[in-house]
Nanobody, 126 residues
Framework: QVQLVESGGGLVQPGGSLRLSCAAT????????MAWFRQAPGKEREFVAA????????NYADSVKGRFTISRDSAKNTVYLQMNSLKPEDTADYYC???????????????????WGQGTQVTVSS
């Protein structure tokens, strides 16, 4: 079964850090652009960050640039999102996703991605 499983979410104080992980069930994901999206209550899902197949190129939403870092470990079939300096506005369900159509186009639109995880909750609150 081809699957993405997110983990690492939780409750954190403003200014704190979390690292999210996305584990893929198949090494085929090593060929894909991977990304993180998030969805806050009552809002549409929005782009957070993306990384190409090699890990050498990234794309970040302006709201997280400088605070979040996306990376991948192909040997472990895992993608990470290191989140620092967290703000209450970062509270959301975070989803890992993969694009089967590209190794290099690190897009920011939902429709460009094909496989989705079930999400992990991140709550930033004092």
């Amino acid at each position: 079964q081809v699957q993405l499983v997110e983990s690492g979410g939780g409750l954190v104080q403003p200014g704190g850090s979390l690292r999210l992980s996305c584990a893929a069930t198949s090494s085929i994901f090593s060929r894909y652009v991977m990304a993180w999206f998030r969805q806050a209550p009552g809002k549409e899902r929005e782009f957070v960050a993306a990384v190409d197949w090699s890990g050498g190129r990234t794309n970040y939403a302006d709201s997280v640039k400088g605070r979040f870092t996306i990376s991948r470990d192909s040997a472990k079939n895992t993608v990470y999102l290191q989140m620092n300096s967290l703000k209450p506005e970062d509270t959301a369900d975070y989803y890992c996703t993969a694009s089967v159509s590209s190794r290099t186009y690190i897009g920011a639109r939902e429709e460009e991605y094909d496989y989705w995880g079930q999400g992990t909750q991140v709550t930033v609150s004092s």
